[in-house]
Structure formats: C-alpha cells, structure tokens
C-alpha cells in the first residue's frame, strides 16, 4: 500500500502560481509514475500531467506551458508548479501514482482544492 498526502492548495488570481506537493509514503519501493489529476465541479477527472522514475513527463494539452511537474525520488514526493493559472484551473487536484510499467493510477490522494478567481 502507498499513503499519499497533497498539500499546496488555495485561492489564487488569475495569471498567478501555485505549487502543489504530494509525498508519498508506505510501500514507496513500488512506485514507477507519479502524476496529478483534477476534477472541476460537474466535471469528469482528468489527467493533468504524469513524470516516470526516469523523468520522461506527459502533460495535457490543457496545461502544457504553463504547468511543469518534477519529483524527487529521495523525498518521495511528486510536485506540480502551475503559471499562469486560468478560471478554468480551478477543481479539486488529485495526486496519483502507479506501479506498473505503463501509466496507471493505482493509488490516490485525497484532493486539495485550488481556486483560481480575481
């Protein structure tokens, strides 16, 4: 089992930044990729952007530019920093991560809510 535990959430204006945190903790040994996704209210969850044990990144299109997720494997945590932020990035952010070879998201976050209004 992996524990995993965001922080870095708020309220933020438009065009500003934020940087979410996710520390991963439990059976660490496991993880392959780490990655973030959202849900906006009445919206599906969506993939906002994964990094492999290797650094090899993916982002959604929605964010590519403005947002860049990096991890530090010695302290087992994944961060998103996201420029530029938009109304429309506002929803709860989830991290996530996988142990298998390919991307999956096999263990969850609880969710920190970022709100992007002037």
């Known amino acids: 089992q992996v524990q995993l535990v965001e922080s870095g959430g708020g309220l933020v204006q438009p065009g500003g930044s934020l940087r979410l945190s996710c520390a991963a903790s439990?059976?660490?040994?496991?993880?392959?990729?780490m990655g973030w996704y959202r849900q906006a209210p009445g919206k599906r969850r969506e993939l906002v952007a994964h990094?492999?044990?290797?650094?090899?990144?993916n982002y959604a299109d929605s964010v590519k530019g403005r947002f860049t997720i990096s991890r530090d494997n010695a302290k087992n945590t994944v961060y998103l920093q996201m420029s530029s932020l938009k109304p429309e990035d506002t929803a709860v952010y989830y991290c996530?991560?996988?142990?298998?070879?390919?991307?999956?998201?096999?263990?969850w976050g609880q969710g920190t809510q970022v709100i992007v209004s002037s």
């Open positions: 996530a991560v996988g142990t298998r070879s390919t991307w999956s998201a096999d263990y």
């Open positions: 439990g059976s660490i040994f496991s993880i392959n990729y």
């Open positions: 990094i492999r044990s290797g650094g090899t990144t």
